[in-house]
C-alpha cells in the first residue's frame, strides 16, 4: 500500500509540475501583442514581429529602429567619436560588417537597441581612425538584407539584443 500511494504521489506532482510549465512557457498572442506594443510606444522602434528562430526555441523579437534618433541621442554624443563622421544609408567602396550584442535585461526595445547599434557604429569609427579616414558610412545588414531609409533592424532575444551593419570607411 506504501509504494502504491508513493508513486501516485509522485506522478500527480510531475504532472502537477508539468502543467505548472506549460502555462508559463506559452504566453497568449494578446499577451504578446500588448508586451509589443507597450514597448514600441517610445517611438524610435516598431515591432515588426518574431524573426527567425533557431530550432524554433527562444524569444526573437525584431524591431526596426530610427538610425537618426540613435545618432543624436545624448549616449551618441558620450561614446561616439565626434572627429570621424557616421552617415546612415548608402555605402559604396569596400565593405566591412559589424556584428554587435548588448545586454536587453530590464531594458525597453529602444534603449537596448540603440546601445547596440552605437557600439556596432564605434567599432566603424575604430576601424576608420586606424586607417586615417575621417568619415564611416553604415547601413543595416541583418540576415544580409539592407534595410532602406535611416532604419536599422535589431533583434531582441532573451538575454540580449543584436544589430549588424554593413558600413564602408
Given amino acids: 500500500m506504501n509504494k502504491r500511494f508513493s508513486v501516485l504521489l509522485l506522478t500527480s506532482a510531475a504532472a502537477l509540475a508539468l502543467s505548472a510549465c506549460a502555462n508559463h512557457s506559452a504566453p497568449s498572442a494578446s499577451g504578446n501583442e500588448a508586451h509589443a506594443q507597450s514597448h514600441s510606444a517610445g517611438g524610435a522602434c516598431r515591432s515588426i514581429g518574431e524573426g527567425r528562430k533557431i530550432n524554433n526555441k527562444g524569444k526573437n523579437d525584431a524591431y526596426l529602429c530610427s538610425a537618426r534618433a540613435a545618432l543624436n541621442s545624448s549616449e551618441a554624443k558620450q561614446v561616439l567619436n565626434p572627429n570621424i563622421h557616421v552617415s ?8 566591412l560588417v559589424s556584428r554587435q550584442i548588448a545586454n536587453a535585461v530590464n531594458k525597453t526595445p529602444e534603449e537596448t537597441c540603440q546601445r547596440a547599434f552605437l557600439s556596432a557604429v564605434k567599432r566603424f569609427q575604430s576601424t576608420a581612425q586606424r586607417y586615417n579616414s575621417k568619415s564611416v ?3 543595416s545588414y541583418f540576415d544580409k538584407k539592407t ?23
Fill in 88 to 95: 546612415y544609408g548608402n555605402v559604396g567602396g569596400k565593405t
Fill in 147 to 169: 534595410v532602406g531609409g535611416d532604419q536599422y533592424e535589431c533583434h531582441i532575444g532573451t538575454w540580449n539584443s543584436r544589430v549588424v551593419l554593413k558600413g564602408s570607411i
Fill in 137 to 139: 558610412h553604415v547601413v
